[in-house]
């Protein structure tokens, strides 16, 4: 059962646009939520992270939004890049669970072309 | 530097052998993962443990072992009762409480 839904695969966006990828979730007790990019044949590399307590997390040209009471967060990519394309994985957690994990979306193929 | 170390890159194996798959960490972390990565199927947890010498079954642990005897490293076995074992696996690091994950390079396993 995925706690954690990325229900779009893939997605194409033009060089200088913006890209809003989209993650929803099941579990209201996750508390925190990562993005991953990931090349292929490389490993995920973190991106961005938001807390709970913030509906917005920003960092350069990326910005996480999180609106608990949908249980859903989105990543937006101002302006889009060439080197943008690559499969972004949503990720999210409990901070109070002992378990100790992550639990992941299926992730979404992003392409920027020129 | 500090980092998570997956060897080797590649590895060919023949149908029905086992084979090990290597992931150091020198980064103090308590704990570690090992994924597995298949096209439309995201990332899926095989194992993970918190604390040397413990470790714990992840989602999809049927045909995979693993042990935990030295802080730095988590080795993955993949039997023989392993029925798709073709896939890219990548091991994972994190400081407890976890706070996220460190991600080694992966290792591509093709079972022939």
């Known amino acids: 059962d995925q706690q954690v839904k990325q229900n779009s695969p893939s997605l194409s966006v033009q060089e200088g646009r913006i890209s809003i990828l989209n993650c929803d979730y099941t579990n209201s007790m996750f508390d925190y939520f990562l993005w991953y990019k990931k090349y292929p044949a490389e490993g995920p590399t973190f991106l961005i992270s938001i807390s709970s307590i913030k509906d917005k997390n920003e960092d350069g040209r990326f910005t996480v939004f999180l609106n608990k009471s949908a249980k859903h967060l989105s990543l ?7 080197g943008d394309s690559a499969v972004y994985f949503c990720a999210a957690f409990d901070r109070g669970s002992t378990l100790g994990r992550l639990y992941f979306g299926r992730g979404t193929q992003l392409t920027v072309w020129p | ?33 090992w994924y597995r990565q298949d096209p439309g199927q ?21 045909g995979y072992s693993v042990s935990r005897e030295k802080k730095e490293s988590f080795p993955l076995t993949v039997t023989s009762a392993q029925k798709n074992p073709t896939a890219f696996y990548l091991c994972a690091s994190s400081q407890v409480p976890l706070d996220g994950y460190t991600f080694g390079s992966g290792t591509r396993l093709t079972v022939v």
Not at chain 2, 46 to 61: E, L, P, T, W
């Open chain 1, 76 to 82: 937006h990519i101002v302006p889009s890049q060439p």
């Open chain 2, 1 to 33: 530097d500090g980092g998570i170390t997956q060897s080797p890159k590649y590895l060919f194996r023949k149908e029905g052998q086992n084979v090990t798959l290597s992931c150091e960490q020198n980064l103090n972390h308590d704990a570690m993962y």
């Open chain 2, 42 to 62: 995201g990332l899926r947890l095989i194992y993970y443990s918190q604390i040397v010498n413990d470790f714990q079954k992840g989602d999809i642990a049927e």
